[in-house]
T-cell receptor
Framework: DTGVSQNPRHKITKRGQNVTFRCDPI?????LYWYRQTLGQGPEFLTY????????KSRLLSDRFSAERPKGSFSTLEIQRTEQGDSAMYLC??????????FGPGTRLLVL | SQQGEEDPQALSIQEGENATMNCSYK?????LQWYRQNSGRGLVHLIL?????REKHSGRLRVTLDTSKKSSSLLITASRAADTASYFC??????????FGTGTRLKVLA
């Protein structure tokens, strides 16, 4: 257990539905990251926050994806109008000013 | 897009043998990190090596970095069945945006 938690751990949804995932980072960590990982691939960067500010977004993050980190604490990642191609593991990671990232267990999304 | 590529993609060895996996990347970096991922689980940080370092050790792990060749290697000595996992390198080019490689799937046979 790294101290980073993610909920839910698994989500099955139908195409077209909206889903929201939550990440609770280690409390003193000011940076929070979201990644997406598909089977057999490494994690792909989606976005990251420093405190409550979203500093960078990947072009992988289409208009259907939105992430927030109110008050610089937990973060949510919402996917609107899900598509089958959104099926993946969504990983959250946090770190402080040091460079080591600590990953949560991930949320596995299956879009039917 | 992936910054790094691990080589080999898959590796199968006997318990007690050493395992070596390599990572190549494309742009200048501030640091490079290695992670382990057990099937279907989150990633566990193994070791970080900075661009001005050439070698680091942690227990049975040894990491080297050659910035002139834009490559790193991870050596696991005296492997155990519990080392079976996927191993990824991740690079930071100074923007705190970490880019992961494609991973090496290691299988250690008991």
């Amino acid at each position: 257990d790294t101290g980073v938690s993610q909920n839910p751990r698994h989500k099955i949804t139908k195409r077209g539905q909206n889903v929201t995932f939550r990440c609770d980072p280690i409390s003193e960590h000011n940076r929070l990251y979201w990644y997406r990982q598909t089977l057999g691939q490494g994690p792909e960067f989606l976005t990251y926050f420093q405190n409550e500010a979203q500093l960078e977004k990947s072009r992988l993050l289409s208009d259907r994806f939105s992430a927030e980190r109110p008050k610089g604490s937990f973060s949510t990642l919402e996917i609107q109008r899900t598509e089958q191609g959104d099926s993946a593991m969504y990983l959250c990671a946090s770190h402080a000013m040091g460079e080591t990232q600590y990953f949560g267990p991930g949320t596995r999304l299956l879009v039917l | 897009s992936q910054q790094g590529e691990e080589d080999p993609q898959a590796l199968s060895i006997q318990e007690g043998e050493n395992a070596t996996m390599n990572c190549s990347y494309k742009t200048s970096i501030n640091n490079l990190q290695w992670y382990r991922q057990n099937s279907g689980r989150g990633l566990v940080h193994l070791i970080l090596i900075r661009s001005n370092e050439r070698e680091k050790h942690s227990g049975r792990l040894r990491v080297t970095l050659d910035t002139s060749k834009k490559s790193s290697s991870l050596l696991i000595t005296a492997s155990r069945a519990a080392d079976t996992a996927s191993y990824f390198c991740a690079t930071d080019s100074g923007t705190y945006k970490y880019i992961f490689g494609t991973g090496t799937r290691l299988k250690v046979l008991a």
